[in-house]
């Protein structure tokens, strides 16, 4: 089996070559392993369960390190047994190559596997050494971001205190909704929409009108201390009740469909009371 590929990493080569001879760092990176010690600085043992397809087994092996040359590469040199689920031993080379403040990782494997493993087919085994590849880099590339990352710049911790600066001893610093949201004074209420307020407006006359019938209703059919009209006055004034209603109704309608030509609505709350007392035969003072 040959595989072979590239990585990206994003840290300076002297950061991504100590990685790589960490055994810490290792043992987080390479996918089921269990255990990694490092006996010199070419010398590695290491335990990990691998799973491929349907068999899956805990492979010990050695690894040796050979023709170093630091920080740009090396050769690996592994064997690994399995138990009854096989074997794998094999080579690898390692290059890394500047690039800026990056790093670029290439790497090639041959390997051979016997036992059980070799019975799957090449096209699963490669899938799954791939797979274990690409994750592999994945963590080694998260862990050397971990390990280098830049602290916060001071002008980012300056603006994240600025707003609490000038608070006073004692005082609770406001949440960021807190900031977003406008400031009002009890002293100085935030007055009202115009809309809501010409609304405001229709629904006092509103109400005027209603106390309005109602004392035209106790004036015409009589109320507490007062006698009550004659049947057929009653009669007649129910009627006139009615269209006064009404009239009233489409009054206000009127006004209120008419807000900004109000200068020519000549109603006003006292003509409204004196027109309904007028039909019923005299015109009081009030």
């Not at 590239?6 to 269990?34: F, H, M, S, T, Y």
């Amino acid at each position: 089996m040959d595989m072979s590929g590239e990585q990206r990493i994003e840290a300076p080569r002297d950061v991504v070559w100590a990685a790589l001879n960490d055994p810490q760092i290792l043992r987080k990176c390479i996918p089921g392993c269990q255990k990694l010690d490092k006996f010199s600085d070419t010398e590695m043992a290491a335990i990990a369960v691998i799973k491929v397809g349907p068999i899956s087994a805990k492979f010990q092996g050695a690894v040796t390190l050979s023709d170093l040359d630091p920080p740009n590469g090396y050769r690996i040199i592994g064997e690994g047994q399995g138990g009854v689920a096989g074997f794998a031993k094999g080579s690898a080379e390692v290059r890394l190559t500047a690039d800026g403040e990056a790093t670029i990782l290439r790497y090639s494997v041959s390997a051979q596997i016997g036992g059980k493993l070799s019975q799957l087919g090449g096209r699963l085994i490669d899938a799954t050494a791939r797979k274990m590849s690409d994750a592999f880099f994945k963590r080694f590339a998260d862990e050397i971001a971990a390990g280098t990352a830049a602290p916060q710049p001071a002008g980012q911790a300056i603006a994240g205190t600025a707003r609490t600066a000038s608070l006073p001893a004692g005082a609770v610093a406001p949440s960021a909704d807190d900031w977003r949201r406008p400031e009002t004074s009890p002293e100085f209420p935030t007055a009202a929409p115009p809309a809501a307020t010409s609304w405001m407006a229709w629904l006092n006359i509103a109400v005027l009108t209603a106390a309005i019938i109602a004392i035209a209703g106790t004036l015409l059919v009589g109320g507490a201390g007062r006698p009550p009209l004659a049947t057929s006055m009653v009669s007649s004034t129910a009627e006139l009740s009615s269209i006064v209603l009404l009239f009233l109704i489409l009054a206000v309608g009127y006004l209120a469909g008419r807000q900004h030509e109000a200068s020519r609505a000549s109603f006003s709350d006292r003509q409204l009371l004196l027109a309904l007392l007028s039909r019923r035969g005299g015109t009081p003072e009030l």
